[in-house]
């Protein structure tokens, strides 16, 4: 056997032993030491080698190089621990500095100011005509033009979000123009507010605050606020950890932007302005003509909304494109046309008819009345026809201008009904929202 046990009289009591190795396996040990120290010795061997050949290789540089140099070379031993390299820096991110925007040049005549070929000089005109009203004390002013271009906004699978971030980026550069005033930007609610900020969810800026699509800026003078002020972060954040409560008017705001308001938080937006004051707050794209039609329905404002407030609305700055079908009695029996209500202030209304462009394609506005008052939307359409003078293309074999015994122009118009607010302007206290 090559193995034989052997234990004391306790450990062999309790059956256990301890295996002894024979001569045999002494004998094998003792070889397989004698092959590992030969193995160090040729590895120690090759080291000293390796080193003395490295040496040489430095003297012969430094000879090249013309002399020693002053430091002695580092041996192998000590090149890992004497020499040491520096980490490289991580590069700190910096905070993006806010840009100087520049003043838009002001109107050469309000009167005459084309439509704007684009949002960045829509914004550019919704300025100066702010401003300008802000010079002649109005307070309570309206904002309103397209936030998209007009073949997106009659696609019927456009997000409501997407409107909202067009909004958004709108208002953001408009407020970058009072580089020297406080602006305020204020939500509907403070979720909303939260939402865009992004203090809510997972956490971090927003991608709209790092990086805006429209405008790419991010500027000092703008802080964003909601109705009613609320606290930052989501519902389970603030009864975790203490948040930070935002305000909705601080006192250093100089001017308010409200921004996609609906027709039930315009009581919230009243009281809003009570607050502030006699500082300017700008109605932003709120669509009001829109909003007024749901007064008076259940479950939103009382017209008395209109007649006792929003009528004091001034309209510093409108776009409102608007397209029309006519029925006459020759081929081609429909004919469309197209036109726009503009106004810049301190300039009048503009009623401006599409035309085609014989020089570029297209189609260009062409001024064809001044007014001084906001004309009604069904006058707006009939000031268009008048101009095309598509009353004269109604006439019959008869000449007589009826069909079957009914005026044309009854069958084609319909019933002229303007808006309740269009009608009851005796009722409206102030007559702002028409100037």
Known sequence: PSYAFSATPGLRAAGLASPLPSPAASRGASFRRGGRAARVSMMAEDATE??????????ALEEMMGGKSAAPAASLDTLGSDV?????????????????????????DPNKTPPPSSFAKTVEQAYLSVQAAIDDGKK????????????????????????????????RQFARYF??????????DIVERNRFMG????????????????????????????????FKGSFIEQLWVKQEYIEDIQDED?????????????????KFCETAGDRPVILFNLKLQTLRGDFGLPAFPGKDLQYDWLGTAFPAY????????????????????????????????????????????????????????????SELRELLAD?????????????????????????????????????????????????
């Open 50 to 59: 390796s080193a003395k050949k490295v040496d040489d290789a430095k003297a």
């Open 140 to 171: 309570l002013i309206e904002v309103e033009f397209p936030p998209l271009p007009q073949s997106a906004l009659d696609n019927s699978a456009l997000g409501a979000d997407v409107i909202t971030d067009a909004q958004i980026s709108h208002a």
């Open 179 to 188: 580089g020297d005033k406080k602006v305020a930007i204020v939500f509907p």
């Open 84 to 108: 040491s390299v520096p980490a490289p820096k991580k590069k700190q991110p910096s905070k993006p500095a806010a840009a100087v925007v520049p003043k838009p040049a002001p109107f050469a």
């Open 254 to 270: 100089d001017v308010f932007v409200i921004i996609t308001a609906s027709a039930q938080e315009l009581p919230d937006v009243r």
């Open 318 to 377: 409108h776009v409102l494109p608007r397209a029309y079908t006519r029925t006459i009695t020759r081929p081609p029996f429909l004919v469309n046309y197209s036109g726009c209500l503009f106004r810049t202030y301190p300039g009048k209304w503009q009623v401006l008819l599409e035309v085609p462009d014989t020089d570029r394609g297209g189609g260009r506005y062409e001024q064809v009345q001044l007014r001084d008052k906001r004309p009604a939307l």
């Open 387 to 435: 101009e095309l003078q598509l009353d004269g293309l109604d006439d019959n074999e008869a000449g007589d201008k009826k069909l079957l015994g009914v005026d044309l122009a009854t069958l084609r118009k319909g019933v002229v009904i303007k808006t309740w607010w269009e009608q009851d302007i005796e009722k409206t206290k102030s007559d702002e929202w028409r100037s």
């Open 199 to 230: 203090d809510t969810s997972f956490g971090g800026k927003s991608a709209k605050m790092k990086e805006d699509k429209l405008y790419d800026t991010v500027s000092d003078n703008v802080r964003y606020s909601a109705l009613g002020g609320g």
